[in-house]
């Protein structure tokens, strides 16, 4: 029943981008309906995803991870995705990324039919959205007519992203210098209900946190326990961790991240001082309350996170292959 609306939902969609033309800047939902004859590069692009997520249900976080660190940095230009030395792809955070070799082939699909017209931060955004709606999220339309950029530094990812230590105020500050709202970063935060982490990301808080020689106090002891196991004090750095407690469904976004937050099973530090901030713990509260209230709004913040910084008209390139200039 589930997998018919499912179904439902993206046939309708797909329909429907062809016919809505809602506006931002110059950016717009259908930008390339009628640009590639009668070919759908939205439905192309889904389908691409879609056979890379029935081998592979975890890319689906891979993908969404990686429009958030193309976005932040720089903008939404496909910088993150540039091969070369000192790209941002070298930077120490960005060495986990995922979904390269997907957007790649997204990207060849497209150019098969329509060369030179989409560009690959189009591809990104819309191997996003799909990956949101794979893993059962909500389906959104997406605004395309962003082109690429010709720039990508090392030096820019590293001061731009942010780190997994970073306070909450810091956050939103980061956040709200991008346009987007505290509501926007709790609600995209929510990405963390997909995918893992390494014990290398949250060790301080199982044994020093803080220089305090202890734990971190509002880890939950069960979950404290079995993560020491994974992580030992010495050695596991680099072993891996779902977020989603349940193995059988890490690749399923919903609101089950903030329930857990609200149980002190956060992993992540800064998800967990989202609970804890009175800045940020409200909407925690709320969003983990209301499944529908996350369902609604975690593409429309994706939406206002695929505003940042965007190249348009004249401004940078359509690149005939994602990883390099040109
Ligand atoms: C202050 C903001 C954020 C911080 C500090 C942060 C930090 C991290 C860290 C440390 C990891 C684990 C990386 C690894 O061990 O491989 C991670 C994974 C991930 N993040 Fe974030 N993140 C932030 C915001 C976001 C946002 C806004 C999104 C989505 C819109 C997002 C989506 C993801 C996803 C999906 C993963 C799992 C990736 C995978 O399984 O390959 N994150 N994040």
């Known amino acids: 029943m589930r997998r018919t609306s499912s179904s439902l939902a993206l046939a309708l969609g797909l329909i429907l981008v062809t016919l809505a033309s809602h506006c931002y800047g110059q950016l717009s939902v259908g930008y390339y309906k009628g640009k590639c004859w009668d070919h759908n590069v939205e439905e192309i692009i889904f389908n691409v995803v879609k056979a890379k997520f029935a081998k592979d249900p975890t890319i689906v976080a891979g993908l969404i991870r990686l429009q958030f660190h193309d976005c932040i940095v720089r ?39 329509c060369p030179g017209v989409v560009s690959c931060a189009d591809v990104l955004t819309i191997a996003a959205r ?19 950029g010709l720039v990508s530094r090392q030096s820019e990812a590293l001061a731009n992203l942010p780190s997994e230590y970073m306070p909450v105020r810091d956050a939103l500050h980061l ?12 609600v995209l935060l929510g990405g963390h209900s997909v995918g893992s982490t390494h014990c290398d990301n949250f ?37 891996k961790v779902y ?50 209230y996350f369902r609604n709004r975690f593409g429309p913040a994706m939406v206002n996170m695929g505003r940042i910084g965007v190249l348009t008209g004249n401004q940078g390139q359509i690149r005939r292959s994602c990883s390099r200039v040109g």
Request: proline share 4%; with cysteine; charged share 25%.
């Open 75 to 113: 903008g939404c230009d496909a910088s993150v995705l540039l091969d070369g030395p000192k790209t941002e792809k070298t930077a120490n955070p960005n060495l986990s990324l995922r979904g390269f070799d997907v957007v790649d082939a997204a990207k060849i699909a497209v150019e098969k039919i």
């Open 130 to 148: 799909s990956s949101v709606f794979l893993a059962g999220g909500k389906w959104y339309y997406v605004e395309t007519g962003r082109r690429d």
């Open 175 to 186: 956040f709200a210098s991008r346009g987007l709202s505290k509501e926007d970063f709790v």
């Open 203 to 239: 060790k301080h808080r199982l044994y020093n946190f803080h220089n305090t020689g202890k734990p971190d106090a509002r880890m939950h002891t069960g979950m404290l326990y079995a993560l020491k196991k994974i992580c030992p004090k010495k050695g596991g750095s680099n072993s």
């Open 243 to 292: 977020f989603k407690h349940n193995p059988r469904n890490h690749y399923r976004i919903d609101n089950g991240f903030y329930k857990h937050l609200l149980v002190n099973q956060a992993i992540l530090e800064i998800d967990a001082n989202i609970a804890s901030s009175p800045l940020t713990n409200s909407i925690v509260k709320n969003l983990a309350y209301s499944p529908d």
